[in-house]
C-alpha cells in the first residue's frame, strides 16, 4: 500500500538468532502499530506507537521490542526467533480521525 | 470497542450485489463502524466507516440500523477481485483508534463467476 514501506518481504531465520522489521511511512501520521498474522486468523496487535518517542504493548507483546525512531519510522525486533514467532507481520499507521494504513507484509519463517 | 459478529464465509454471484452483514448488539453510542478487506496475503484495506447514518464511497456502502445493533456493507456490483475477508469493527473513536484495530475472524467473501 502506497506510503507504508516495510522490509524485508521475506526472512527466514534459525531459532535463536535476532532480526529487526523495518517500517517507513511518508503520510506524515502520529500513530504506528504493528500486527501479526498466522494462518486462517485474524490480525492480532504487537506494539503500538500514538506519537513519536511513546511505545505501548498491544495484545501479544512477548518476545518483541520496538523502536518508533521519528515520526516516519518504527521497527519491531526479535531478540531470539522462536518458531512460535513464524508469521506474517503487518505495519501500519493511522491518525485519530483517519482510517489506518497498512504495509505489505513481512513474511518470516523460524526454522 | 464492542465485540462483532459476522458469519464465517459468503458466497455471491460475478456482477451481483454482496450484501455482508455484521452485528453489533453491544455497541456504545460513540463507537463507530469500521469496515476493512484483506485479499490474501495483502494488508488489510480500508473500505468505509459510519456511526450513524448510511454511508457510501466510491468502493461500497454501509447501512447501519437504526437501533445500530447491526450493519450492512453492500458492494454493489461485485467483481472477482472483490474476493477477500471482509472485517467488521466497532472503534470508540472517530478514527483509526490510536491504540489500534481488534481484528476478528471475518467474513470470507468468495465471488463466483
Known amino acids: 500500500n502506497a506510503g507504508v514501506t516495510q522490509t524485508p518481504k521475506f526472512q527466514v531465520l534459525k531459532t535463536g538468532q535476532s532480526m529487526t522489521l523495518q517500517c517507513a511511512q511518508d503520510?506524515?501520521?502520529?500513530?504506528m502499530y504493528w500486527y501479526r498474522q498466522d494462518p486462517g486468523m485474524g490480525l492480532r496487535l504487537i506494539y503500538y506507537?500514538?506519537?513519536?518517542?511513546?511505545?505501548d504493548k498491544g495484545e501479544v507483546p512477548n518476545g518483541y521490542n520496538v523502536s518508533r525512531l521519528n515520526k516516519r519510522e518504527f521497527s519491531l525486533r526479535l531478540e531470539s526467533a522462536a518458531p512460535s514467532q513464524t508469521s506474517v507481520y503487518f505495519c501500519?499507521?493511522?491518525?485519530?480521525?483517519?482510517?489506518?494504513?497498512f504495509g505489505q507484509g513481512t513474511r518470516l519463517t523460524v526454522v | 470497542d464492542a465485540k462483532t459478529t459476522q458469519p464465517t464465509s459468503m458466497d455471491c454471484a460475478e456482477g451481483r450485489a454482496a450484501n455482508l452483514p455484521c452485528n453489533h448488539s453491544t455497541i456504545s453510542g460513540n463507537e463507530y463502524v469500521y469496515w476493512y478487506r484483506q485479499i490474501h496475503s495483502q494488508g488489510p484495506q480500508y473500505i468505509i466507516h459510519g456511526l450513524k447514518n448510511n454511508e457510501t464511497n466510491e468502493m461500497a456502502s454501509l447501512i447501519i440500523t437504526e437501533d445500530r445493533k447491526s450493519s450492512t456493507l453492500i458492494l454493489p456490483h461485485a467483481t472477482l477481485r472483490d474476493t477477500a475477508v471482509y472485517y467488521c469493527i466497532a472503534i470508540l473513536t472517530s478514527g483509526g483508534g490510536a491504540d489500534g484495530l481488534t481484528f476478528g475472524k471475518g467474513t470470507h467473501l468468495i465471488i463466483q463467476p
Open positions: 501500519a499507521n493511522s491518525e485519530r480521525n483517519t482510517e489506518a494504513f
Open positions: 506507537s500514538a506519537s513519536e518517542g511513546t511505545t
Open positions: 503520510m506524515n501520521h502520529n500513530s
